[in-house]
């Protein structure tokens, strides 16, 4: 069964804390044993020095005897001196055995017992050896009387044997009790290390089992990616094909609107010729002086289109340059009786191609009308062509203004005839409004006329 990574953190956490407490559980184990055992040590060295005083206690009482019958018999004082020194270690290892065993009260009464015998065995020996030195007693009959204290020698020793033996008996116990304490710590360390092995077995399985999961898993991924790459590859090509069908496309639309264009200025300037050889065919003022204004209207809808045809880019146009040229244009085209100046101040941005033709007919139309009848008895005007974009509003303004005589000065209504029908409509076809005011630039009355409009981009 195939663990999820939550069951494997969750397993490699409780193994941690078993693995922990194993530790902390060996370690505070082993600090009591190891107390318990050194309390055993000291206990077992102390019933080792029980067992030396004594056998020195036993030691002591022996080489008295010896030391004194060996001075009866030889009368070395060497001898004498050994008696002296075993009486005298015979003292201390008493005093020493005495206070190893002040905790053990069998053992005390042992010695109790002992120290009677030992005592009875001294008071004799020092009794013979007194009367040997004053002479009262013959040195035969001493040693014949040694044989009282060869038996209290020998109670002695049996007493003495007993006591050993306990100690020994103790010792035992003691030392079996050391080394259950050493067996217990090496079965509580080789525990912690057989849980510390066990936690070990099972976090390697559960890794060996992460990495073929892994490594199943990055299969897999190498599979996905090596079929993903495949289809990007596909997808690729047919975008690329898709790519270059449409840039073709775009070049052949290209291509026919600027050959649309070019036919519609050419159309229009075949048509504009027709309406000069026919201005020159009729009679009357008037009637040459509409065939001529119907002429100017044709070139400068002919000469907007041959500038759309040039532009490179078919949805938008530099208003600057747009309108420069439909103002060279006008000048090349209207005939200025008076002394003339067009002056323009354009923002910079573009404006959408299907808006440029109606926005430079309007400006053609309102430069003509101006013309026309702003200069009437003067040599010299100014018109001054402004045109703006609002960001905030998104709103357009262009503003058409000159120095002449002013919208109630002229002969005729500048707005009343066919000039100002075609301003209303182009100004319609834009969605906008327009404002005239009885103020324009210059010293003159002049007269400003205001066109406002939406800004719509190409959908």
Do not use: W
Not at 86 to 95: K, N, P, V
Not at 133 to 144: L, Y
Not at 207 to 219: F, H, K, S
Not at 274 to 294: C, D, H, I, M, Y
């Amino acid at each position: 069964m195939t663990l999820t990574r939550r069951q494997r953190s969750l397993i490699a956490f409780v193994s941690i804390g078993i693995g922990l407490l194993a530790l902390f559980a060996a370690a505070a184990a082993a600090f009591f044993v190891n107390k318990a055992n050194n309390r055993a040590d000291s206990l077992v060295m102390h019933t080792i020095t029980v067992i030396t005083e004594a056998l020195q206690y036993q030691t002591g009482i022996q080489g008295a005897v010896i030391g004194e019958r060996a001075f009866l018999i030889t009368r070395d004082e060497q001898y004498l001196t050994d008696y002296e020194n075993a009486l005298a270690s015979y003292e201390e290892a008493r005093e020493n055995i005495r206070e190893l065993t002040r905790d053990n009260p069998a053992q005390q009464l042992r010695l109790d017992n002992i120290d009677i015998q030992a005592q009875h065995i001294t008071d004799s020996l020092k009794r013979v050896l007194s009367g040997f030195m004053a002479g009262t007693i013959e040195s035969r009959e001493s040693i014949v009387r040694q044989n009282n204290v060869d038996a209290l020698l020998a109670d002695f020793n049996d007493m003495m044997s007993m006591l050993i033996r306990e100690e020994q008996a103790l010792l035992q116990t003691r030392r079996q009790e050391q080394q259950a304490g050493d067996r217990l710590v090496g079965q509580i360390i080789l525990g912690a290390l057989a849980i510390i092995s066990g936690l070990l077995i099972l976090q390697l399985a559960m890794l060996r089992e992460q990495n073929q999961v892994q490594r199943a898993r990055n299969t897999e991924i190498m599979a996905l990616n090596t079929e993903l790459e495949h289809h990007v590859s596909e997808r690729t090509k047919e975008l690329e094909a898709a790519k270059r069908s449409l840039e073709e496309e775009n070049l052949r639309v290209e291509s026919l609107l600027r050959d649309l264009h070019h036919r519609v200025g050419n159309s229009l300037q075949l048509v504009a010729s027709f309406l000069s050889l026919q201005s020159n065919q009729v009679e009357g003022e008037e009637a040459k002086s509409t065939l001529r204004a119907a002429r100017g209207r044709v070139l400068s809808i002919a000469a907007t289109q041959r500038r759309l045809a040039m532009n490179t880019n078919h949805e938008f146009v530099a208003a600057g340059h747009f309108i420069s040229q439909i103002v060279d244009d006008l000048k090349a085209n209207l005939n200025f009786e008076q002394n003339i100046e067009i002056t323009t101040n354009i923002g910079d941005f573009d404006i959408p191609s299907r808006d440029a033709v109606t926005i430079g007919v309007l400006i053609s139309e309102m430069v003509t009308n101006a013309v026309k009848y702003a200069f009437q008895g003067r040599e010299k005007g100014l018109i001054h062509i402004a045109f703006h974009r609002d960001l905030e509003s998104e709103r357009c303004t262009l503003i058409v203004e000159d120095d002449g005589v002013g919208l109630s000065a002229g002969a005729a209504n500048p707005h009343g005839g066919l000039g100002g029908r075609i301003i209303e409509s182009l100004i319609a076809a834009l969605g906008g409004e327009i404002e005239r005011l009885a103020s324009g630039i210059g010293q003159g009355p002049g007269a400003r006329l205001v066109v406002t409009y939406p800004y719509a981009s190409p959908a």
